[in-house]
Structures are given as structure tokens and as C-alpha cells.
């Protein structure tokens, strides 16, 4: 995947870096990922249930001048 690295709001340089989907402890954070057709059953995180295809990596890119995010799924 050929990302540009320039911010397309303010031209600043792009770094990449993730964003926690959720922390089960301080010491453990998740990265988000994409679903397609995702069926969700249930509620909370202890009875939540997913099911469909394997989840697509969020990569997540924040411009170094003016903090704008883009997020490109792999």
C-alpha cells in the first residue's frame, strides 16, 4: 500500500500510529480493525459475540502539524 505522506489538509508530514479500540488494563491496548458484514450478538464486553470475516488492520496516520487523522484499512 503506497500511503502519501503529506497531510492533505495543511501539506505538514504524516507519522503513523494507532489508536486503541480498547483497554482491557493500562498495560494492554488493542488496535482497531475494519468488519465487513459484522454481526454483533449480545452486549457489553463480557457477552458481545463477533462473528463474519477476519478483521483488516487499521492503519492510522496523524499529521505532525496540524493533528489531523487518516485511516486507511490494509
Do not use: D, H
Not at 483497554?23 to 494492554?28: K, M, P, R, Y
Amino acid at each position: 500500500m503506497n500511503i502519501n505522506n503529506k497531510c492533505p489538509k495543511c501539506s505538514g508530514e504524516f507519522e503513523e500510529g494507532y489508536v486503541p479500540s480498547q483497554a482491557v488494563n493500562s498495560s494492554l491496548m488493542i488496535k482497531q480493525s475494519w468488519f465487513s458484514n459484522l454481526t454483533v450478538v449480545g452486549r457489553g464486553l463480557i457477552n458481545t459475540k463477533i462473528s463474519g470475516p477476519q478483521p483488516i488492520l487499521i492503519r492510522t496516520f496523524r499529521c505532525k502539524n496540524c493533528g489531523y487523522l487518516e485511516n486507511y484499512a490494509q
